[in-house]
């Protein structure tokens, strides 16, 4: 038995080199699906009952009307030919019509199953939103509040004042923070 010239294992193990078939242009792959679909919309507008309602009036009226010879529809038998035509036309219409709902569906399908993994997202960020918003608000509570500051700065002003020899005085500038905030704090009334 003759081996071939390259081996077995690497031509598995290695990937398929681009031939033809990868370098043609891509086309539609459900051109019919279209073409029915266009079809089946356009079979449901105004234009194409108007359009068929006119084609059977000049129908029935052409044979009815013309002379015996050019007729080619006999109103004596029920104009079969325009019956066959129109049954026809109905044989066609209701499967390309079934075609289009059915696309209609998948394409409904798919866009509910984006709406419901958006909505599930959403819901998802609007709990972790929340959340953050309670830690936030305990975070809060734990902070310190003007009113703390406040008082913790005219007990040190007061302990400072009192550890102060007592010939010496402490310069204090009008505008030093420590003095702003002792006034103001003893200008406002503590709850």
Known sequence: MARSTHDDDDYFDSPKSMGPRLMRPTRPRD????FTESIARAMGTPWFLLGLTVFCILWITFNSLAPEGLRFDSAAIGFTALTLLLSLQASYAAP???LA??????RDRVQFEQDRVR???NLADTEYLAREVVALRLAMKDMATKEFIRQELRDLLDELESERPPGRSLKRSATSPLRRAARSTRATPSP
Do not use: C, T, V
Not at 31 to 34: D, E, K, N, S, V
Not at 101 to 106: I, S, T
């Open 31 to 34: 051109r019919f699906g279209r």
């Open 96 to 98: 390309m019509i079934l």
């Open 101 to 106: 709902q059915n696309r209609q569906d998948d």
């Open 119 to 121: 909505a599930e997202r």
